[in-house]
């Protein structure tokens, strides 16, 4: 399965193009395109409506728009439900007004999403082709960072949980055991529920985070001919490159003849800061004829890079 991710700055036209993309796979291949722009528009340029599942738009061709509300809820009762188990034994103390500011803790949002990436990917093997269309740029970045960042975290609080684990055995066997509710802490490495929990959330993050950076994923960024577009273009590609994560195409989307000689310096710009190959998509070839319901192809050349 090939996984791609249209990016760039908000209204480059990369739903449009993830879209067009899409439906030229689609002609041999099996493809299934995933928004997970809050501000959807996937349903709008194929003149269909979504409402956060997967939808047949042709045999080959799948649509969907995560619900990213829906989504930032069940991440965060499950995340409550793992922190009300493994903490089971501070029952006494008040963890109802912790759980409820959890909400608008920052992260969730984007943890939200890279829950509904990572399901995707697990649980849509049968398509040839996944294509993300993804936020603007801010969100984007924060969300492909997060498998890093995670980790990091993770490794260090295993370090302090091994460290908590020690002490406590040390007191252990000073004190003994003194009463029922320290019967119910672990002392062991391997029976410690949290240690277990920060573990498997290591694994799962290290082999997304392999996928993100393999040969079958691709970042593919839209951006336009003008300046606003090449700095924001320019910003995504830093931190593309910090994150180690695959840029193999760039659309300079939306020229036209009277564009034509700002299209070349920004492609002469982009080109300085990255050796990826620059495809250009001319206005009329990326619009959808909603009568018909077909969108225009896009130059072949483009897709035969994906």
Request: charged share 30%.
């Amino acid at each position: 399965m090939r996984i791609l991710f249209f990016t760039g700055k908000g209204g480059v036209g990369k739903s449009t193009m993830a879209a067009a993309t899409a439906w030229q796979l689609s002609k041999k291949n099996r493809v299934l395109i995933v928004s997970l722009d809050p501000a959807h528009s996937l349903g709008d340029i194929f003149g269909v409506t979504l409402k956060g599942r997967k939808s047949r738009f042709t045999d080959t061709l799948h649509l969907k728009e995560i619900d990213l509300h829906r989504l930032s809820k069940e991440y965060l009762q499950r995340e409550i439900n793992v922190l009300s188990f493994t903490y089971r034994y501070l029952q006494t103390l008040n963890l109802d007004n912790y759980f409820s500011v959890l909400k608008y803790s920052p992260g969730i949002e984007e943890y939200a999403l890279l829950t509904g990436i990572e399901e995707t990917i697990t649980n849509e093997g049968n398509f040839d082709y996944v294509i993300f269309d993804t936020p603007p740029t801010g969100l984007t970045l924060r969300f492909l960072a997060l498998p890093r960042v995670t980790i990091i975290w993770v490794d260090r609080l295993i370090q302090i949980r091994r460290k908590i684990l020690e002490k406590r055995y040390t007191i252990h066997r000073i004190r003994g055991i003194s009463s029922k509710e320290e019967t119910l802490l672990s002392y062991n490495e391997g029976d410690d529920d949290v240690l277990k929990r920060l573990r498997t959330l290591k694994e799962d993050y290290q082999a997304l985070n392999t996928i993100l950076q393999g040969e079958d994923c691709t970042v593919v960024l839209v951006f336009n001919p003008d300046i606003l577009s090449l700095k924001e273009s320019q910003r995504l590609i830093e931190g593309l490159n910090d994150l180690k994560l695959p840029l193999r195409l760039l659309i300079d989307n939306k020229v036209t003849e009277e564009n034509i000689e700002a299209a070349e310096r920004v492609e002469r710009d982009i080109r300085n800061r990255k050796d990826v190959a620059i495809e250009r998509v001319f206005l009329s070839k990326a619009l959808l004829d909603n009568k018909g319901g077909r969108l225009y192809d896009i130059p072949e050349d483009i897709t035969s890079k994906l």
